[in-house]
């Protein structure tokens, strides 16, 4: 929690061993995370200025990875001085939204990771040597202010939590990830057949139609994008395998904030992609610099 006195912050509290302690601060960098839905609520309370900001979400696709290299290294796919290969595809469909692909992560697997009670979420990632058998990517649509049905600045955050738990239901309600074969969702179809391709998500998985989890609009933009991209890419929407939900691409909120990092309470500096400025690890990390030089440059 913050003590806030006169528009300035005074103190925070902390919590040690059961135990909550006040703790006197000259400045605060507030370096959150995009799903630190819980300080985000507390910050608001406390009157940070907070707004209503674009994301994405969407899907994870998976292939073998065999297929990548394929596609990318052609007769050379084998070769072994070539790195595990990967891929990066963005569209704009005819509604003007944009389609595209983050976070590939090459031999890596799709990763159940939910972190509220009743809601489902997936993430992707690759271990060091790269060499699981499925390549995984995050499909994603953006979605903004005009799909949350609400001007409430953290709207955002009941969206995806919306999508989160209408994945739930369709993992069975208990915690396991719903996923569907690529041509089956473009078909809005139950085909029980999982081909050569399985989904690398750990415990379990159910098979469920995809097409329940997004609002029209976002399904027909998922679509159109993943067929755009088959054109770019030959064999995309074949033998692939989708799961969701991929709901947390970057901060559904912005902090407000100067040229100088602080926000509307003096001595507060949201920073990094928590707080709307930054888009990846690489961005959060120079986020943070530039807010460090700024604040080594008062002493």
Known sequence: DLEIVDNCLKSIVIERNNRKEKMNADKLVLAIGHSARDSYEMLYQRGLDISQKSFAVGLRIE????????????????????????????????????????????????????????????????NQARDDKNANSAILVTVGPEDFDSDHPLAGVSFQRQLEKKAFELGGGNYQVPVMRVEDYLENKIGLSMDQVTCSVLPQVKYANLNEL?????????????????????????????????????????????????????????????????????????????????????E
Request: charged share 15%; with cysteine.
């Open 63 to 126: 292939h073998l990875q065999s297929f990548i290299n394929w596609h990318q290294y052609g007769k050379m796919a084998n070769h072994q001085c070539l790195p595990t290969a990967d891929y990066k595809l963005a569209v704009k469909t005819s509604s003007g939204r944009g389609v595209y692909t983050f976070c590939m992560c090459p031999g890596g697997r799709v990763i159940n990771s939910s972190s509220e009670v009743g809601g489902v979420v997936v993430n992707g990632m690759s």
């Open 214 to 298: 997004f609002p029209k609009n976002i399904n027909d933009s998922l679509k159109e994008g993943l067929v755009l991209m088959n054109q770019k890419f030959s064999g995309f929407t074949t033998q692939a395998m989708l799961s969701g939900v991929e709901s947390r691409s970057s901060s559904p909120v912005r902090f407000y904030r100067d040229e100088n990092f602080e926000s509307n309470i003096k001595n507060i500096y949201p920073i990094g992609e928590g707080a709307g400025y930054a888009g990846g690890i690489m961005s959060s990390a120079i986020d943070g610099l530039k807010c460090s030089e700024m604040l080594l440059k008062s």
